[in-house]
């Protein structure tokens, strides 16, 4: 029987079905775990809601937007300066955030004449700026503002400005999720195709399902761009808004994020025929792969680029990889993330750093998220859709894992039982992406594991016989006990600087000269 | 020279200074023992509010969501409470305490929380959990009313209200509402109630929130203060509410229901305001006020006077946070010969222009100041960006970063929330220890900016 049933949930039929453990020569066929339907109320769920997924996974990380919610100032402060989403141009998405300040006269009254108020003031403040993303939530939703109608109102009195509205209220769909998808879905409708890019190589791609945490999106467009690769667009993270206005000229589709963005990718294909190209990001062996799949897609001049700059990074960083993996190996992971990096990492994680993921979770994966991380992890691991508190806290009593992987806050409860958490949503000391950055997850996984700190804790100092012959325990001495100094090779342990993304912005790329299209010039 | 108190003239918001009702009363309800609060709405006002709890306190705390979607957002949504309620108790058999606390889209939809409270009671408390105690205390919070300060007013009222029970004696207790404060400040306020030897029912009880990392991982963080505690309240000596805005109407609730005596104020930030603090529990109480205080009020003054007329005399502060603290705060730096050129409150309250500490400052200012309402951090930035606003320091919490890291302004870290520095929770802004922890943190952060100006960092030698 391969559904799993956590005692604290025994009196909740509900729950039944939402967690899964992979037997002994089992595949996905035996039993997936339910996935992205309503939420057992009073659980204490780890879910979000459907705003935050539309505003602030996908549409803030666009940087040069006023990005405002129409609806009382909390949504906009409770989510503000929670997440890492860098772009280049001094973190503008970062540092401004904008809310209409609904009041109760207006939820009687209505509140459109106050949001117009509100657009022109928020312009008049940032006259640099004239691009704008409005949110809808909760309050606004119900009282029936039609902000569509406001935007064009505003755009008309306000040439060259443009406004992108979307309708996503916090209560819209079963979590982060709903959000998700109304954004990608509005997107498309209302703003690709009403710019024309520039073309600057004969091959161009979207990089779609990449929101810039501490760079990861740097990283890879780096990357493409010495291939010779254009991105047209990001989408969205450090993504600008008129970039993202002209996806419909890119060639290809590369999907980082298939939960969070393959509903743009989708209609991309359908309405433009552009194809889709699924990759990851994350891990030696698949990011190769990923970008020799790229590079295959245009052409041989374009793959010997790719192999260059794997066999350079692969023989900068394996060495480094190696040693955190050989002190890794073994060690017991929980991939607790919110979506995708159950998928993108159960598989690489423990091929290429040696740890075991003893269990997965996804807080608003669907299914087919589960089907894919399920088929990449390995047996007797624990699936578990939608987790809450207590679910999670007996399953770290059961499984004993030597690091969590997941956001803050669950971290903070990990902590109190003795377990280090890594954060996976916004990085320790990222980014995770690239060659390099895989290096510094291996490294921030080994400094949380084998931390002298952590390595204190359970010693109870009223009871317990404990050692008084040492002032310190350095990593190593953890890690490797009783191994000589000089067989340690510390000189590979990451050798990297600590701000690996802000050099990239200086570079500059040679691009293969653009052929002329027929439809181009139309 | 001028004081002018006015609201923000634009009608939007640009970096919000505050978050709104929804988020305060579940500060307040993480301070209760056995007490799990549902939030009635999407599940967002929950999940982000234990994660700006978390990011202040590096801690987690339990709050549940009654999980709001689309169904329920159209056709009512009651029976996700009574699902909760249900699953949260039969699962955390421990909780007696279910503060049901509403937000923007379940009070414009209309749900009945006092009806389905009733309908709870008499069905599934009843019959189901007949042998348990278990509370439902309805906190209407809507979003679109003020702000966190009055979400967390309305849940202490609430609470006191809900469990406020007269009995014959008197309890000997003093009640002490501090308002909206970390664990460090509690840790202060008992402290000096112990130096006056006076017996007390704090509310809330948060020093834990502060909790350890313990070998048989037993710790939690959560508040301590009591049902009985809560009980006991309308039976005490006399009540102290240290924040106007933040626990005042619980005080004067007591006093009119169960003739509990009750002053509220002054926020005890600065030695002045520790003083009358410290006279107002001697007055209620009965109890002198020692010596051993004399003497820790004595060195504060020793450490506040080696650093006020050589370097904060003169010095311009623009002050933002919640209205009580920020106010208090203001009143600290005049003692210090500042100006506090600029006071932000992040809501609007028709007393704030009438708040007899306000009004005094507003008298006798002897510079040009201003005190702005319903307040954003745009209103700071905008000011000190585009229009010539000059201040050598800033106080107020990390929200607003941005502007003295762009601006290159020393700030002090103080308020809710505080993410971007470590461990300031621990530390009081309350007492004689709090003047003096402010003091010397803003000394040091105005010595380190010196040093990083090069500006006369030579004169730090001898002081």
Known sequence: ?522 | MSCEVKSKERAGIINPMVTCQPAGAQYASIGIEDCTAIVHGGQGCVMFVRLLFSQHLNENFDIASSSLHEDAAVLGAVHRVEGAVDVLLERYPHVKVVPIITTCSTEIIGDDVEGVVRKLKKGLLATKYADREVHLIPVHTPSFKGSQTSGYDAAVTAFVKHFATKTEECNGKLNLITGWVDPGDVKELKHLLKMMDVDATVLFEIENFDSPLMPDKSAVSHGTTTIEDLQGTANAIGTIALNKYEGGKAGEYLRDKFQVPCVVGPTPIGIRNTDTFLKNVSKMTGKPIPESLVRERGKAIDALQDLAHMFFADKKVAIYGHPDLAIGLAEFCLDLSMKPVLVLIGDENPNYAKDPRILAIKEHAEFDMEVITNADLWELEDRIKNKGLEVDLILGHSKGRFIPIDNNIPMVRVGFPVYDRAGYYRHPKVGYNGAVWLAEEMANVLFTDMEYKKDREWILAMW
């Open chain 1, 1 to 522: 029987m391969p559904y799993h049933t956590f005692k604290c949930s025994e009196m909740l039929p509900d729950r039944e079905k939402h967690a899964v453990i992979k037997g002994p020569g089992e595949d996905i066929t035996s039993a997936l775990p339910l996935g992205n339907l309503n939420t057992v109320p009073g659980t204490i769920t780890e879910r979000g809601c459907a705003y935050c997924g539309a505003k602030h996974v996908i549409g803030t990380p666009m940087k040069d937007v006023i990005h405002m919610s129409h609806g009382p100032m909390g949504c906009t402060y409770d989510t503000w300066q929670t997440k890492r989403y860098i772009s280049d141009n001094d973190n503008f998405q970062l540092k401004y955030t904008f809310a209409t300040d609904m009041k109760e006269k207006h939820v009687v009254f209505g509140a459109e004449k106050m949001l117009k108020q509100n657009i022109h003031e928020a312009f008049d403040a940032f006259p640099e700026i004239n691009r704008m993303t409005l949110y809808q939530t909760c309050a606004s939703a119900l009282i029936g503002d039609d902000m569509d109608a406001i935007a064009k109102q505003i755009m008309k009195e306000r040439p060259g400005v443009d406004i992108f509205v979307c309708n996503a209220p916090g209560f819209g769909g079963t979590s982060q999720t709903g959000g998700h998808h109304k954004i990608n879905i509005a997107w498309i409708n209302n703003k690709v195709g009403t710019v024309e890019p520039e073309i600057k190589s004969k091959y161009t791609i979207n990089y779609v399902g990449d929101y810039n945490i501490q760079g990861d999106c740097e990283i890879m467009t780096d990357y493409f761009n010495r291939m010779g690769i254009q991105v047209i667009s990001m989408f969205t993270g450090n993504g600008s808004y008129d970039d993202l206005r002209a996806m419909h000229r890119a060639d290809l589709n590369v999907l980082e994020c298939a939960r969070s963005a393959e509903y743009i990718c989708n209609e991309l294909r359908t309405r433009y025929g552009t194809p889709r190209l699924d990759i990851d990001g994350f891990g030696f062996d698949l990011l190769a792969e990923s970008l020799m799949k790229v590079a295959m897609f245009f052409g041989d001049d374009c793959v010997e680029k790719a192999k260059a700059i794997i066999d350079e990074e692969v023989a900068r960083w394996k060495p480094e990889l190696d040693w955190y993996a050989k002190r890794l190996k073994g060690k017991k992971i929980c991939l607790w993330p919110g979506g995708s990096k159950l998928w993108h990492w159960a598989h690489v994680i423990e091929e290429e750093m040696g740890v075991k993921v003893v269990s997965v979770y996804s807080k608003f994966g669907h299914q087919g998220d589960f089907e894919k991380g399920i088929a990449r992890c390995s047996e007797g691991a624990l699936a578990i859709d939608d987790p809450n508190e207590l679910e999670a806290l007996e399953a770290m009593e059961m499984l004993k894992p030597d690091c969590i992987l997941t956001g803050m806050r669950p971290g903070e409860v990990a902590k109190k039982i003795r377990i280090p958490y890594l954060n996976i949503h916004a990085y320790h000391n990222g980014p995770y992406k690239g060659f390099e950055g895989w290096v510094r997850l291996a490294r921030d996984l080994y400094n949380a594991i084998y931390s002298p700190v952590m390595n204190l804790a359970a010693i109870d100092i009223s009871k317990d016989d404990f050692e008084t012959d040492k002032g310190f325990m350095t990593r190593t001495m953890l890690s490797d006990p009783g191994v000589p100094r000089e067989e340690l090779h510390t000189e590979n342990m990451y050798t990297g600087k600590m701000d690996i993304v802000t050099h990239l912005r200086d570079k500059t790329y040679d691009f293969p000269a653009p052929e002329p299209k027929a439809d181009a010039a139309v």
